[in-house]
């Protein structure tokens, strides 16, 4: 604590990402893709012009824009980019949730969301999940100052159909819908097709996941022009900038490489399903997951003490330590060879 810090910044309880380790280790702890991005991105890297650099990139990030609208059948002008999604989200949370009314979302879902209510002075209103870890689209109402969650839902791993995403679209309709995709794409459904029937609705995805990139910081939002033009307000108060010039090259690279999206979107899938049949035959419960990581537990081992044994055994997966989720590992599906040395090592620790 110190008495330079704004009232705001005493009471905040910033977002603890999980650890970046400096030996190596199996990294399963961040849902970072095991597989290199596409070729392309390489070829952009080293021959990008150093020269290029003296100039200050576009404002308005038009080329990566319209590769992303390409890619996502909507226009340019409803799409908006930034410095990682969490800078989007973060940018989203001050233009459209500083509300009179509360912020509606799941209990259990990605943690940096009640971080920016802090920051930002949101109040926020909690829904439990179902009885099978399902986010409950039926508890949000008209009445809220805005919805967030997770589309499939982080750390949880489901997620809802785009029919289920337009019923809450039917009732919630004066204020933002706020569905973040970073998992999507390892086999959940967009909700994007329905940016073009909901004004209120704001869909966020990532370049950091499903296109290996976490290390170049591009996330993206899609929505109404209404919506696009709210957040550029805010980005335009804050930093002219977000998007690099080589970020920006890199990220244009890797969308045009769908091959290289698909299959290895499709090998991480693969992976996961087997690596979930794996862990129920050590008798773990394992979650249903859509997206690049698993949620599981152990009806007797204690997952803090399983923490602690992988990471002695050089595996290092993500324990949470709330009420909630304190029986539970979170664990980011790797390459075939990690996943062996995983359920290797629990075989080990369950003995
Ligand atoms: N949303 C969710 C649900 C996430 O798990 C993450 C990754 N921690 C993000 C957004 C942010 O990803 P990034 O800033 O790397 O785009």
Redesign the pocket.
């Known amino acids: 604590m110190s008495k330079f810090w704004s009232p705001v910044v005493r009471e905040l309880t910033p977002y603890v ?1 999980g650890e970046q380790p400096r030996e190596r280790l199996i990294k399963l702890n ?2 970072e893709n095991p597989y290199p991005p596409a070729p392309g991105v390489e070829t952009v890297l080293r021959d990008f012009p150093a020269d290029h650099l003296r100039l200050y990139p576009d404002p308005e990030s038009r080329a990566l824009r319209e590769a992303l609208a390409r890619e996502l059948g909507v226009t340019m002008q409803e799409v908006f980019v930034g410095n ?4 989007v ?1 973060a940018l989203a949370f001050q233009a459209f949730f500083c509300q009179e009314r509360p912020l509606a979302m799941p209990a259990i879902t ?1 943690s ?1 969301y009640p971080v920016y209510c802090k920051l930002y002075g949101v109040e926020r209103r909690t829904h439990v999940l179902t009885d099978q870890w399902q986010v409950d689209l039926d508890a949000f109402g008209p009445d809220c100052g805005g919805v967030v969650f ?1 589309n499939p839902n ?1 750390p949880t791993g489901h997620g809802h159909g785009r029919e289920a995403i337009a019923g809450l679209l039917e009732r919630v309709t004066e204020s933002v819908v706020l569905v ?1 995709e ?2 999507v794409d390892f086999g959940g459904e967009s909700a994007v097709p329905l940016v073009a029937r909901y004004p209120n609705l704001l869909v ?1 995805g ?3 996941k499903s296109r290996s990139l ?1 290390g170049l ?3 993206y939002a899609v929505g109404s022009r209404e919506l696009i033009e709210g957040l550029e307000r805010v980005k335009n108060s804050f930093n002219s900038y977000p998007i690099d010039s080589l970020a920006s090259a890199a990220g244009v690279a890797a969308l045009e490489d769908r091959e290289h999206f698909d299959a290895c979107r499709e090998k991480v899938i693969t992976t996961r399903e087997r690596t979930r049949r794996r862990l129920a035959d050590l008798g773990f419960e394992v979650l249903p997951s859509q997206t690049n990581f698993v949620l599981t537990r152990h009806p007797e081992l204690d997952a803090a003490q399983l923490f602690v044994g992988l990471r002695e055994r050089g595996i290092l997966v993500r324990h949470f330590n709330t009420e909630a989720l304190r029986d539970f590992l979170r664990i980011t599906i790797g390459t075939e060879d990690e996943m062996d040395s995983l359920i290797e090592t629990l075989e080990t620790l369950c003995r």
Do not use: K
Not at 84 to 87: F, I, L, N
């Open positions: 990402p961040t849902n990682g999604s969490d800078e989200l990605y940096f997770a982080a973040d970073a998992y966020t990532t370049f950091s976490a910081r591009l996330g």
